[in-house]
Each structure stands twice: as C-alpha cells, then as structure tokens.
C-alpha cells in the first residue's frame, strides 16, 4: 500500500515538472512588451511668445556719402568740393554771385571762366552778367557756336537765378519761364535758332527778353544767349 502511494505521489510530481517546462516553453513565444508604467519623459516646455530684440541696445548711427551742392560756375568736380574763394565784400548788387564761383573783373561784370577742353591751358568766358543802369544783361557764350558738356543746364540755372532775385515773377510764373527757356536753349544746340539781333519776349510784366545772337566785340569768337531783364522799381 505504501508503494502504492509513494508511485503516485511520484507521477503527481513528474506531471508538475512537465506543466512547468511547458509553461516557461509557451512564455518565450510571447511578444517583449514594455512595463507601460514607467516614469514618463519630461520635455522643454513650448512658449508661444514671439522672439524679441533688445531694443535697449545702443543704436549704431549710418553714415552716408557727403552731400555736395553743384555750383554754376564750378564746371570741374574737384572745384565743387572746395569752399567759396574768399573775395572781399562788396557793394554790388551781383555780389552773392562769388558763391556761385564768379568773380567781378575791373568793368564791375560778374564772369565765369571755363577751361576749353580742346585746347590745353586756354580759358574762356562762359557766363557774365552785368548791371547797365536799371537793366540786368547777361549771356552764356557758345563758343565757335557750340555748347560744352553741362553749359545747357547750367545757363537755365543760371538765367533763373537772376530772374528769381530781380524780377517780381511769382512761382507758377517762374515754372513757364524756365519751361520756354529751356525750349530756346535746345532749339539753339539743334540749330534750329540762327544768330540775329531779335529778341524774344518772355515775361510781359518784367519787359524780359532773350535773344540768340553773334559776338560783335571780344576775343571770343562764337554766339551767345543773352537776357535781357529791368530791374524792379524800389
């Protein structure tokens, strides 16, 4: 009897074994799944704020090219770099015309010499004007008839500068002066204006008149555009 039981106590035991094997068997063919109660990873928070510069940083001031004002009588660029001549003062009624780069020869005219770029060291007279009782006479020499590089623009601004100063002419009138001057002027370089002694009414209330003519006396040997303004009543 006690065989008996020991037989049986024996088969129970193998039995457990095989359920256990089999068991520790089964668990290898299972999927690796991870222990989902882990601490979680802690990310950077994301702000919404827009980027900012300091604005409290010192600003760098810019630096810009120096600003030159062309003068009418300063044909070469180096010349509109130098200060005005220092002229003595005088009492004339042209005298802020050295400013401008003229200079007033022994008759009392303001003149504005240019260097001729055909010939080496040879001066000539571009501009002059010149108070003849209460009259403004002034030209801008073409010399053997032809313009030289800028002498057109400069002699609008030249023209208009004296007009501006001794006429009574407002500023919508001064526009359609410039406006018919310049037409003259392009006229005279085309060739489409021949040399006479007539002159051309420009401005009815200040009896101005413009006229391209020849050069009767000089040395210069060309043409010139002259106006022809009355100065104002005081």
Known sequence: MNIIVRLFGAIVLQV???AAMSSMAMSDDKPFRVNTQQT???????????????????????????????????????????????????????????EQGFTQN??????????????????????????VNSRLIASSFLDEGGLIQGQENRSLDFFMMLIERHTNSTKENRQGIRRYLQAFVSLVKEGKIKPTRRGYLFDQPNRAMVLYHTLSSGNLKGTGITINIYLPKS
Request: net charge positive.
């Open 106 to 131: 022994k008759e009392g005219s303001w003149v504005c010499y240019a260097n001729d770029p055909k010939k080496e060291g040879r001066y000539f007279t571009l501009f002059k004007v010149k108070q």
């Open 16 to 18: 457990s074994a095989l």
């Open 40 to 98: 979680p990873a802690v990310y950077p928070r994301k702000t919404t704020q827009p980027f900012r510069l300091n604005t409290q940083q010192t600003p760098v001031p810019a630096v810009y090219p120096r600003k030159t004002t062309q003068r009418i009588c300063s044909l070469d660029p180096i010349e509109d770099l130098l200060p005005p001549p220092q002229t003595k003062t005088s009492n004339s009624l042209l005298s802020y015309l050295a």
